[in-house]
């Protein structure tokens, strides 16, 4: 079956002093829906920005992200890609998080600061395999656990 898998980006508008409690309870939301509606993925969250990949059946990552777009948690949303794939990159991830990551952050407003779509491909790739790559890391340790 062909998935969808979508990238986005966008600025949050989280008070700081709130974020650990609104992130948390971001990523507790996205563990139950997404596990029902069979889409796996992964976000990022670098103090300012949100970076989300949101794959699984074109249907539910549409209607998904459209409530994700109307939440007031975050604006300027971006969307970066929608590239059908074969397979899943977070397969074993209802919603993958791993803590704040600051270092993302230069891509993110790399893609943000990028008008035409077509320039934005080589910032998304690596956006793509950074995020690929944290959940690589930290599955064994979950798998232990
Ligand atoms: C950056 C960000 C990422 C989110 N990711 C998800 C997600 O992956 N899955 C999900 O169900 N909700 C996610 N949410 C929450 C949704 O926007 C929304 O609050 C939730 O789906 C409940 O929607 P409802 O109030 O329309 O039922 C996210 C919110 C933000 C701000």
Do not use: C
Not at 40 to 68: C, K, R
Not at 76 to 85: C, G, H, Q, T, Y
Request: charged content about 20%; overall charge neutral; glycine content about 4%.
């Amino acid at each position: 079956m062909t998935l969808l898998s979508l990238l986005y980006v966008s600025r949050s508008t989280i008070d700081a002093a709130l974020a650990e409690t609104v992130v948390a309870d971001i990523v507790e939301t996205a563990g139950r829906v997404n596990l029902a509606l069979e889409l796996t993925g992964a976000l990022i969250f670098t103090g300012a920005h949100f970076a989300q990949i949101l794959e699984g059946p074109t249907g539910a990552v549409d209607t998904l992200m459209t409530s994700i777009a109307a939440d007031t948690r975050h604006r300027n949303i971006l969307i970066v890609d929608r590239l059908p794939v074969q397979s899943r990159s977070f397969d074993q991830w209802s919603m993958a998080y791993f803590g704040r990551v600051r270092f993302v952050e230069r891509h993110i407003t790399d893609l943000i600061e990028t008008p035409s779509s077509s320039d934005r491909s080589h910032s998304s790739k690596l956006l793509r395999k950074l995020m690929h790559e944290f959940s690589v890391q930290h599955v064994p340790a979950l798998r232990g656990a």
